[in-house]
């Protein structure tokens, strides 16, 4: 039962991050179109964090 836990809280680990980079990348083109530079780097640097944890 352990084995069934530990693999569920793997996938919802990866879920999470594929959703953060999904969102991240979202707000780079947000906060680019209202032209929040600073903010829009923030958003890159998150989504290329999460996307190297992924690997």
């Known amino acids: 039962m352990i ?4 693999e569920d809280a793997r996938k919802d680990l990866e879920r999470i991050e594929q ?3 999904a ?3 979202a ?3 947000d906060f680019d179109a209202m032209g929040d530079e600073q903010a ?3 958003a ?3 989504a290329f964090t ?6």
Not at 3 to 6: I, L
Not at 50 to 55: C, K, S
Request: charged residues 40%.
């Open 3 to 6: 084995d069934t836990r530990d």
């Open 19 to 21: 959703e953060t980079v």
């Open 23 to 25: 969102e991240a990348e």
């Open 27 to 29: 707000s780079v083109e």
């Open 40 to 42: 829009a780097a923030e």
């Open 44 to 46: 890159a640097e998150t």
């Open 50 to 55: 999460f996307e190297q944890a992924q690997q």
